[in-house]
């Protein structure tokens, strides 16, 4: 019988797309107040969907990423997704109430970062994705391979760029500088 190993906690974070910078702000403190500190952040990206989110959410649509300082466990991901569903519904209910602009002010991507890959949660099944639980997935979006980050044929465009990169590093280091503090690599459980 195969011997079940310690399972290594992951890094959460989330992407946040909106074409309003005051939004990605609101969008961020929400997070920080509610997932706890932020220890790395992006710039505001471009994002490129090919036109998929024009309608509504808008043009001109920038991403920020949020790395969360606490490691977490990475069977959390379906729910951490759930959540960002209902903050996104909340955001679009105060503008629509402010009639202030598109039908769907933000977008929330959350996963999470481990030394050996960057996992995304989405509720959209294709044959990459592996099914979470309560209608949710997750994608190996990007790969860490002889110490470079790997994108795959199914990689969103935004995701293959040195900025994530250097992002997604940063976490990766982040959590390994956690498990060398203290827990150790892959020890047995």
Known sequence: ?????????????????????????????????????????SGP????????????????????????????????????????????????AADSAADSGPTRPLNLDPGYITQAKLV????KDRDHRVYLRDGMFGEITLTYTAKRWVHHRWTYPDYRTAAVAEF???CRNHLRAFLQGGMGFRQRG
Not at 46 to 52: S, V
Request: with cysteine.
């Open 168 to 170: 997604a590093t940063a």
């Open 45 to 92: 990206l471009p994002f490129e969907a090919g036109g998929y989110y024009a309608e509504s959410m808008g043009e001109r649509l920038q991403k920020e990423l949020i790395g969360f300082r606490q490691p977490r466990d990475a069977a959390e991901l379906a729910d951490w997704k759930h959540w960002t569903n209902t903050v996104e519904t909340q955001f679009a």
């Open 1 to 41: 019988m195969a011997e079940v190993l310690y399972v290594e906690p992951v890094i959460r974070f989330c992407a946040v797309i909106s074409g309003d910078a005051l939004v990605r702000r609101r969008a961020i403190e929400h997070l920080e107040n509610h997932w706890g500190e932020i220890f790395h952040q």
């Open 120 to 123: 995304l949660a989405t509720t």
